[in-house]
């Protein structure tokens, strides 16, 4: 997939400040080297050729690429693709309003990110997260009520960006739950959680580095947002972020994790070339 064209302006920025230290170099190498007429030539149109390879090569790297490093008003942050359980520092794992912890494909997806951390990477019985959770000293503000008509999963609900630090990991109340155990969020409510999550990150990171996936990139549906895609995901993070209080205190830094599968779909010589990211 092509998701930046041949002869974007971009590509060919970073092709003249290749090309400006070849000329300078080129340039100190003819002051002491003489160079024959007769090959002056040859030497012109192998110069061109290598323009021509390094302009490719550039492309090539610009489609290809799959990490970057910006700044966003003065914290680190890092953009690559990558496993988040392989991360240092605290890894954030979204869960449901309501903390659920049912693996069952019903309520949590065993393939999601929320399934794959209680299945492969709990490291406690599901029982004991379950005890961790119920006695974890939320705020008062955080929960907001219990609902025992539920048919299915836990009755206590939780203001969405909520976290409950477990371990190294960060479990956040991300998504809503309508009747039916299908998760979604209008757009107001995705920009909610992300100011509530990353006011309370700002709180507990302890200058500790902080990892999360994309929010949103999985199974939960944005309500009136069927076609919104990851890389406008990624940009209303980065977004929410800056004009956030949350700064990270070097040497922490932010990492946002793209799925492997994910970064297709996302132009990352964009978000780099953006002011703050967006």
């Given at each position: 997939?092509?998701?930046?064209?041949?002869?974007?302006?971009?590509?060919?920025?970073?092709?003249?400040?290749?090309?400006?230290?070849?000329?300078v170099?080129?340039?100190?190498?003819?002051l002491?080297?003489?160079?024959?007429?007769?090959?002056?030539?040859?030497?012109?149109?192998?110069?061109?050729?290598?323009?021509?390879?390094?302009?490719?090569?550039?492309?090539?790297?610009?489609n290809?690429?799959?990490?970057?490093?910006?700044?966003v008003?003065?914290?680190?942050?890092?953009?690559?693709?990558?496993?988040?359980?392989?991360?240092?520092?605290?890894?954030?794992?979204?869960?449901?309003?309501?903390?659920?912890?049912?693996?069952?494909?019903?309520?949590?997806?065993?393939?999601?990110?929320?399934?794959?951390?209680?299945?492969?990477?709990?490291?406690?019985?599901?029982?004991?997260?379950d005890?961790?959770?119920?006695?974890?000293?939320?705020?008062?503000?955080?929960?907001?009520?219990?609902?025992?008509?539920?048919?299915?999963?836990?009755?206590?609900?939780?203001?969405?960006?909520?976290?409950?630090?477990?371990?190294?990991?960060?479990?956040?109340?991300?998504?809503?739950?309508?009747?039916?155990?299908?998760?979604?969020?209008?757009?107001?409510?995705?920009?909610?959680?992300?100011?509530?999550?990353?006011?309370?990150?700002?709180?507990?990171?302890?200058?500790?580095?902080?990892s999360?996936?994309?929010?949103?990139?999985?199974?939960?549906?944005?309500?009136?947002?069927?076609?919104i895609?990851?890389e406008?995901?990624?940009?209303?993070?980065?977004?929410?972020?800056?004009?956030?209080?949350?700064?990270?205190?070097?040497?922490?830094?932010?990492?946002?994790?793209?799925?492997?599968?994910?970064?297709?779909?996302?132009?990352?010589?964009?978000?780099?070339?953006?002011?703050n990211?967006?």
């Amino acid at each position: 997939m092509t998701k930046v064209s041949f002869f974007d302006k971009r590509v060919f920025e970073n092709f003249l400040k290749v090309t400006s230290y070849i000329s300078v170099t080129l340039s100190l190498i003819v002051l002491f080297v003489d160079i024959p007429k007769d090959c002056k030539s040859l030497y012109g149109w192998i110069f061109v050729g290598l323009l021509v390879v390094i302009y490719i090569l550039i492309w090539i790297w610009a489609n290809t690429l799959n990490k970057i490093d910006i700044k966003v008003e003065g914290s680190d942050v890092t953009i690559k693709v990558g496993d988040i359980f392989q991360q240092k520092g605290l890894k954030a794992i979204a869960f449901n309003e309501y903390f659920d912890t049912q693996v069952d494909n019903k309520i949590i997806a065993e393939n999601s990110l929320n399934g794959i951390f209680i299945n492969n990477h709990l490291g406690v019985p599901v029982s004991d997260l379950d005890d961790y959770i119920r006695n974890y000293a939320f705020e008062s503000d955080e929960f907001i009520e219990s609902n025992p008509n539920r048919a299915q999963g836990k009755v206590d609900r939780y203001q969405i960006g909520t976290i409950c630090i477990h371990g190294d990991y960060l479990l956040t109340a991300f998504s809503k739950f309508d009747k039916n155990n299908k998760a979604l969020l209008t757009m107001p409510e995705y920009l909610e959680f992300l100011i509530n999550f990353w006011d309370k990150v700002n709180n507990v990171y302890a200058q500790q580095n902080v990892s999360t996936p994309i929010f949103g990139s999985g199974i939960t549906r944005i309500k009136g947002h069927k076609s919104i895609c990851d890389e406008d995901l990624l940009k209303i993070m980065l977004w929410t972020f800056r004009i956030s209080e949350m700064r990270f205190k070097y040497p922490a830094r932010l990492t946002i994790i793209i799925h492997k599968d994910k970064i297709n779909q996302i132009n990352l010589l964009d978000i780099k070339s953006a002011r703050n990211g967006v």
